[in-house]
C-alpha cells in the first residue's frame, strides 16, 4: 500500500543552521505531496505542497521539490529559527481523495 | 472565526473503561475527519464524514470505536472498552469540501493505563 517514510527525530540545530527532513513515498501513480507542521499546543497545520512532479512547495522559507524520479520530498529551510521548533509530518493523497497518507512525524529543535 | 476544535485535550483511563472525544468543525465544514497518531508514529486516517454521512471508514481499528455525526455538526468518537493500544493521540479535521484544504485541531490525547 501506499506509504510515507521521513527520517527519524528528533532532530536539533542551532538557530540559523541549515535544515534538510527527507521524506520518501512509495504509491502507485502520482500523488500529491505535502508537509504538516504541528507547533506546540497547536493543531496540524498545512505548511506546503506539490501536486505534480517538479514543482516546488514554498512557504515560510521552508522549501520542498516533487522528485517523481527519487520519490521524494525532501523539507529545506536555509537559515532555521527558534520559532520553527515544531514537529513536522510528510504526507500524501491523490486527486479527490483526502484520506491523507502521513509518515511519522520529525522533532525538530532550534537552540538559540 | 473559530477552527477545529477537540474535546477533552487530554483524557487518563483505565482499560475497559469508556471515553468520548468531541469534535467541533469549523462552521460550515461539510467534510469530517478523524485521524490517530499511535506511540509517535505516524497519523492513521480512521474515518472521514460528509455532513451526517460515514463516507469512508475505512481506518476504523475495530468495533471498540463508534464515531458518529448526529446533525451533520459536531462528531464523537466513543472508544468502548479502551485497551491500552488505543493510547495516543487522536486529530480532528475538517474541510469545506473534498478537494479543499484540512484543517486540524489540536488533537485529543488519550491515555489508557
Known amino acids: 500500500g501506499d506509504s510515507v517514510t521521513q527520517m527519524e527525530g528528533p532532530v536539533t540545530l542551532s538557530e540559523e543552521a541549515f535544515l534538510t527532513i527527507n521524506c520518501t513515498y512509495t504509491?502507485?501513480?502520482?500523488?500529491?505531496l505535502f508537509w504538516y507542521v504541528q507547533y506546540p499546543g497547536e493543531g496540524l497545520q498545512l505548511l506546503l505542497k506539490?501536486?505534480?512532479?517538479?514543482d516546488k512547495g514554498s512557504n515560510k522559507g521552508f522549501e520542498a521539490t516533487y522528485r517523481k524520479e527519487t520519490t521524494s520530498f525532501h523539507l529545506e529551510k536555509g537559515s532555521v529559527q527558534v520559532s520553527d521548533s515544531a514537529v513536522y509530518f510528510c504526507?500524501?493523497?491523490?486527486?479527490?481523495?483526502?484520506?491523507?497518507?502521513f509518515g511519522q512525524g520529525t522533532r525538530l529543535t532550534i537552540n538559540p | 472565526e473559530a477552527g477545529v476544535t477537540q474535546f477533552p485535550s487530554h483524557s487518563v483511563i483505565e482499560k475497559g473503561q469508556t471515553v468520548t472525544l468531541r469534535c467541533d468543525p469549523i462552521s460550515g465544514h461539510d467534510n469530517l475527519y478523524w485521524y490517530r497518531r499511535v506511540m509517535g508514529k505516524e497519523i492513521k486516517f480512521l474515518l472521514h464524514?460528509?455532513?451526517?454521512?460515514?463516507?469512508?471508514e475505512s481506518g476504523m481499528p475495530n468495533n471498540r470505536f463508534l464515531a458518529e455525526r448526529t446533525g451533520g455538526t459536531y462528531s464523537t468518537l466513543k472508544v468502548q472498552p479502551a485497551e491500552l493500544e488505543d493510547s495516543g493521540v487522536y486529530f480532528c479535521?475538517?474541510?469545506?469540501?473534498?478537494?479543499?484544504?484540512?484543517?486540524f485541531g489540536e488533537g485529543s490525547r488519550l491515555t489508557v493505563l
Open positions: 464524514f460528509v455532513k451526517e454521512s460515514k463516507q469512508d
Open positions: 479535521a475538517s474541510s469545506p469540501d473534498p478537494n479543499g484544504e484540512l484543517f
Open positions: 504509491a502507485t501513480g502520482y500523488p500529491s
Open positions: 506539490a501536486t505534480k512532479a517538479d
Open positions: 504526507a500524501l493523497n491523490f486527486q479527490g481523495a483526502q484520506k491523507l497518507v
